[in-house]
C-alpha cells in the first residue's frame, strides 16, 4: 500500500512526521510512503520513502476552502491529486481538518453511498485496536450520514 503523507501538517512538522513515515516503514515491509512538501527537509530520507515537491503549506488560520484554491502547490493538493489519479491509496494529515475535509470531498471525491466524510480517531484499547468514526466532523448528525 501507498499512503501519501503530509510532511508540514501538525506540531513539531516535518521532523516528527518524517519520523513517524520512517517508523511505519520499518514495522510494515509491504507499505511505501509519499511525503509530500519541501522538498529540502527530507532530501537525506531515501529507500521506500519518495519525495514529492509541495511547497506551499496550509495552516490551521486560513479559510480551508480559499487556501486550497489558492495554494495548488500546497501539501494538501499535491498529495490528494495522487491519491485521485491513483498513484496512491490513502492521504493523511495531521494538518487543518477542515482543508483535509474540503480537499478529500472536492479532489477525491466521496465513495458511492457516502453523503458525508467522518474523521477517524484510534482509540487505545488494551489488546486491539479500535477505530471511532466521526470524531467531531458533523456536529449535525444524522444515523444516515
Not at 481538518?97 to 482509540?123: D, Y
Request: net charge negative; charged share 25%; with cysteine.
Amino acid at each position: 500500500m501507498k499512503i501519501v503523507l503530509d510532511g508540514m501538517g501538525g506540531d513539531f512538522a516535518p521532523k516528527v512526521n518524517v519520523d513517524g513515515a520512517i517508523d511505519a516503514l520499518r514495522e510494515y515491509a509491504d507499505m511505501e510512503t509519499v511525503l509530500v512538501g519541501p522538498q529540502e527537509p527530507y532530501e537525506s530520507v531515501k529507500d521506500r520513502l519518495t519525495v514529492v515537491d509541495a511547497p506551499e503549506v496550509i495552516t490551521t488560520e486560513e479559510h480551508p476552502v480559499m487556501a486550497l484554491r489558492r495554494k495548488k502547490q500546497s501539501t494538501f493538493n499535491v498529495g490528494m491529486d495522487l491519491v485521485r489519479r491513483k498513484e496512491a491509496q490513502a492521504f493523511v494529515s495531521a494538518g487543518s481538518t477542515g482543508a483535509v475535509m474540503a480537499g478529500s470531498m472536492f479532489k477525491i471525491g466521496r465513495i458511492k453511498g457516502i453523503e458525508r466524510p467522518a474523521i477517524g480517531a484510534l482509540l487505545p484499547v488494551p489488546g486491539r485496536n479500535m477505530l471511532l468514526m466521526d470524531a467531531g466532523a458533523n456536529t449535525d448528525c444524522k444515523p444516515e450520514w
